[in-house]
């Protein structure tokens, strides 16, 4: 494992130790947010209260992120977000029956991005964040290479 993937893997853990306090205090909602590093490793959080439901508003949405990141100077993210996903390829997560929800994770610095997620599993009992799982293929859409669109001043698309 490189550097940076260790590096990233740390920053995903750190997002979702907050995103399981967010859910929480939210009787198990997540509300989406990056958390973002600057060259000095100084965090923030920018906090997406409202997720656009429109492609072309997530679009807008990615270009605006950004050039925010240029204009800060973020050196590393992490993109965390609610998500249906599902085993259908006839039809969206969002639409398939046996669709499930959980939280994506996607990280990025210079030198790479990773990817995790959290199954949400809902019971009677209540709601509860499961294991956080790694995956070993390369992040795509449209919230990954924000930062490298940040560097080069390119349009997100």
């Given at each position: ?24 205090k939210c009787d198990g909602e997540i509300v989406a947010f990056w ?42 993210c992490v993109a965390v977000l609610p998500m249906w ?73």
């Amino acid at each position: 494992m490189s550097g940076s993937t260790k590096d990233l893997d740390a920053l995903v853990r750190r997002a979702s130790r907050i995103a399981e306090q967010q859910f929480k205090k939210c009787d198990g909602e997540i509300v989406a947010f990056w958390l973002v590093e600057n060259a000095d490793g100084e965090q923030g959080i920018i906090g997406v209260p409202r997720m656009p439901k429109d492609g072309a508003d997530k679009d807008k949405l990615a270009a605006n992120l950004s050039e925010i990141f240029q204009e800060e100077g973020v050196r590393r993210c992490v993109a965390v977000l609610p998500m249906w996903f599902g085993s259908s390829r006839d039809c969206r997560p969002s639409e398939d029956p046996d669709r499930k929800e959980g939280v994506m994770f996607f990280a990025e610095d210079d030198r790479g991005a990773r990817h995790g997620m959290r199954e949400i599993i809902r019971s009677s009992a209540g709601a509860r964040l499961g294991k956080l799982e790694f995956f070993d293929k390369p992040p795509f859409g449209r919230f990954v290479g924000l930062l490298s669109a940040a560097r080069s001043g390119a349009t997100v698309q």
